[in-house]
């Protein structure tokens, strides 16, 4: 299926000159740091979290049946991400493979959308942490405390993300294999000695649709739109690409097995707890909250509690930790090419050659958000707009290469290439971002609290429409398309293709 011509003997260093940067970050990792990267910032423990308890409340058990669906779609997208990962292996992906496939200014928008998607998707983590910090004493925290927490939180992962890319690789592996130890043992051990009910349970909404007014379908649609939050992430493995041997054919390889791997893992834990869950109606009723610590203790006792709140809590600091690397990247790619507030302070790389410059600018404005956690109902809006942010620009980058490919303007010629199964792959993944983006933003009460202002159900299509006035301001404004032409790297791309 791959029909590039043969660049073996091409170095990732004349990669990166041919498509005009130079190497200024470590390229140390391998294959396995390269999915390690992924499966954190996807992590199964931290998207079960986010979206078990809403599922269950909005469709009952058969929730679960909504984690195929995001799961079959995102491979979508990784087929796609992967013909344009190979092809240009760059940190930046969104950004940097908009601009070659349509044109400065969509690429300045779609990067920059991608950015604040990721950067308040950290805020939201770094507060969704703090709690469990406080589980381990048994104490109930107050807003304030919460967010001081989370600040904390977030200034420990800057440091080590600040020593460079081989510890922060030690620092996610160290995570991952704590959760993925504990995840698939714990998942396992509920499906084989501690369930509760067959599986029948999985085809019962448990009159969920009807409690909150909704109709099977339009549940089911519901459950697709929060489902996809425990999906997202593998770009992580982009943002590492600079740094990553090989990184034309380990990268797609590697968002593969990220994806795949978490979610079987996602799947094994989300129907393990359906079924071992004591009382599934009670979630349904909004009674119980949170159903996997439920499902857990139940099982194991409770002596266990105290164990899966640590292992929760290295999840979570994994993810924050990869994540913000990810962030910082991103930030990196856009400045040094000068279009990005601050482009001379944002680029620096320090010593151990990390992205210090990206980094501090990632914190600061992740941090900036997290006084909205004083307010439960603001962080639940942040949350509700950083799904959709980061689904957007999946849909804007399929359609991107969609055009270029029906224009005749690009045809993948990097270590994966799909052939003629390429276009059709990549038009279902147009459909199924499309869908999911809509499905997202469209305003639901139910996957609202009870009682939540109206600006939290219309949350989504606020928060991207004030992310997106802002860029196209800057854009009119400050005009960094103009500066991408100066120095566009198509002429030198084109090399990749001859």
């Not at 992590?43 to 979290?49: A, E």
């Not at 009674?287 to 164990?307: C, Q």
């Not at 000068?338 to 210090?356: C, E, H, L, M, S």
């Not at 299509?461 to 400050?478: E, F, P, Q, S």
Request: aromatic share 10%; hydrophobic share 55%; proline share 5%.
């Amino acid at each position: 299926m791959n029909d590039a011509p043969d660049t073996d003997r091409r170095t990732d260093g004349d990669r990166l000159a041919a498509l005009g940067y130079r190497q200024e970050l470590r390229r140390s990792l391998g294959v396995l740091g390269n999915i390690s990267m992924g499966f954190a910032v996807v992590s199964p423990v931290v998207g079960l979290y986010a979206v078990a308890q809403v599922g269950m409340a909005v469709d009952g058990g058969a929730w679960v049946w909504a984690l195929p669906v995001c799961l079959l779609g995102q491979l979508l997208v990784v087929g796609v991400y992967s013909e344009l990962a190979s092809q240009w292996p760059l940190a930046g992906g969104a950004y940097q493979w908009s601009r070659r496939l349509v044109g400065p200014s969509f690429a300045w928008l779609t990067g920059w959308m991608w950015q604040f998607a990721v950067m308040f998707a950290n805020t939201t983590v770094a507060y969704l942490a703090a709690p469990w910090f406080f589980a381990l004493f048994g104490a109930v925290p107050t807003p304030p405390q919460l967010v001081l927490t989370a600040v904390g939180f977030m200034l420990f992962c800057t440091l080590v993300n600040a020593y460079g890319i081989d510890l922060l690789r030690r620092f996610v592996s160290l995570g991952i294999a704590a959760e993925v130890v504990a995840s698939v043992g714990v998942g396992l051990a509920l499906l084989l000695f501690f369930r509760e009910h067959g599986f029948g349970l999985l085809l019962d909404t448990l009159d969920a649709p009807a409690a909150n007014g909704t109709g099977g379908a339009a549940a089911f649609l519901a459950v697709v739109a929060v489902g996809g939050w425990a999906f997202i992430g593998f770009d992580a493995c982009v943002s590492t690409a600079e740094e990553t041997r090989d990184a034309a054919r380990q990268v797609p390889r590697a968002m593969r097995w990220a994806l795949l791997s978490v979610g079987a893992v996602v799947i094994l834990n989300a129907v393990s707890v359906a079924l071992a869950h004591p009382d599934p109606a009670a979630v349904v009723a909004g009674t119980d909250l949170d159903p996997v610590t439920t499902a857990v203790t139940t099982g194991f006792g409770d002596w266990s509690a105290k164990p899966f709140v640590v292992v929760v809590l290295v999840s979570f600091t994994a993810c924050l930790m990869a994540s913000q690397g990810g962030a910082a990247r991103g930030l990196y790619s856009l400045a040094r090419d000068g279009v990005f507030p601050f482009a001379d302070k944002v680029r620096r790389v320090n010593r151990q050659q990390a992205p210090i410059g990206g980094l501090v600018a990632a914190t600061v404005i992740s941090c900036a958000a997290l006084p909205l956690g004083l307010e439960s109902t603001a962080i639940g809006s942040l949350i509700t707009f950083g799904t959709a942010a980061t689904f957007l620009p999946f849909f804007l980058l399929c359609v991107a290469a969609l055009t270029a490919r029906l224009r005749g303007t690009w045809r993948p010629a990097g270590e994966v290439s799909y052939g003629r199964l390429g276009t059709p792959l990549n038009v279902l993944a147009v459909l199924w971002t499309g869908l999911e983006v809509v499905n997202i933003c469209w305003p639901r009460a139910v996957l609202a609290p009870p009682g939540a202002p109206w600006y939290q159900v219309w949350a989504a299509l606020l928060g991207i429409g004030a992310v997106g006035l802002a860029g196209v301001a800057y854009l009119l404004v400050r005009r960094p398309q103009r500066r991408m032409r100066e120095n566009d790297p198509q002429a030198a791309a084109d090399l990749l293709t001859v």
